[in-house]
């Protein structure tokens, strides 16, 4: 079964570093492109970049160029989405979803709920 | 990247038709037919509906077609069911700026 599972719900401090983590199986990891997605609590989605797992070439939304990065390790057929100081700003659930060549995405991951507050 | 526009909100009666627009620009929908349509119930991710304008994945029912003409793309649910009662959102290639994927705002289906 083609499946992105992520990883668990955070709750973090404003100023405070996170990685979050998207796990591919099923599929050959490299031949798609993954793709990370924001919804703000009862908003709509927000493409936030995309990187090819092949040889981790990114685009990013310029709504997210230089807050958010995002990398990917093919050897455990893994992306990541990290910041570096969050904002309260940035509470979120993330997704991340499977695109498959320049056009829709296909698989999506369950989301992982990212909280911001003192 | 300023997001596609979407109605805020549809609705219609089980069994009626309805339709979803999704407008863009020359840069986005307009230029490209890589428009593509998310089913999202509430608590639960995204599921892709209809690819590049007017393809549907395998196990989407065909009550679900899309469409373009200009810079706007359409979603139409003929049939309509109460488990089609969902937020809706267009998605397309866009170069404007730079190069990315752009999302409509969404769309409320309320089933009467």
């Known amino acids: 079964e083609v499946q992105l599972v992520q990883s668990g719900a955070e709750v973090k401090k404003p100023g405070e570093s996170l990685k979050i983590s998207c796990k591919g199986s099923g599929y050959s990891f490299t031949t798609y492109w993954i793709g990370w997605v924001r919804q703000m609590p009862g908003k709509g989605l927000e493409w936030m970049a995309i990187?090819?797992?092949?040889?981790?070439?990114?685009r990013y939304s310029p709504s997210f160029e230089g807050q958010v990065t995002i990398s990917v390790d093919k050897s455990i057929t893994v992306s990541y989405l990290q910041w570096s100081r969050l904002k309260a700003s940035d509470t979120a659930i993330y997704y991340c979803?499977?695109?498959?060549?320049?056009?829709?995405?296909?698989?999506w991951g369950q989301g992982t709920m990212v909280t911001v507050a003192t | 990247q300023s997001a596609l526009t979407q109605p805020a909100s549809v609705s219609g009666s089980p069994g009626q038709s309805i339709t979803i627009s999704c407008t863009g620009t020359?840069?986005?929908?307009?230029?490209?037919?890589?428009v593509s349509w998310y089913q999202q119930h509430p608590g639960k991710a995204p599921k892709l509906m209809i690819y590049?304008?007017?393809h549907r994945p395998s196990g989407v029912s065909n009550r679900f077609s899309g469409s373009k003409s200009g810079n706007t793309a359409s979603l139409a649910i003929s049939g309509l069911q109460a488990e089609d009662e969902a937020n809706y959102y267009c998605?397309?290639?866009?170069?404007?700026?730079?190069?990315?994927?752009?999302f409509g705002g969404g769309t409320k289906l309320t089933v009467l």
């Open positions: 998605n397309s290639y866009t170069a404007s700026t730079t190069v990315g994927w752009v």
């Open positions: 020359g840069d986005d929908v307009g230029s490209y037919n890589l």
């Open positions: 990187i090819n797992p092949r040889d981790s070439d990114t």
């Open positions: 590049d304008v007017n």
């Open positions: 979803a499977r695109q498959v060549s320049g056009s829709e995405f296909d698989v």
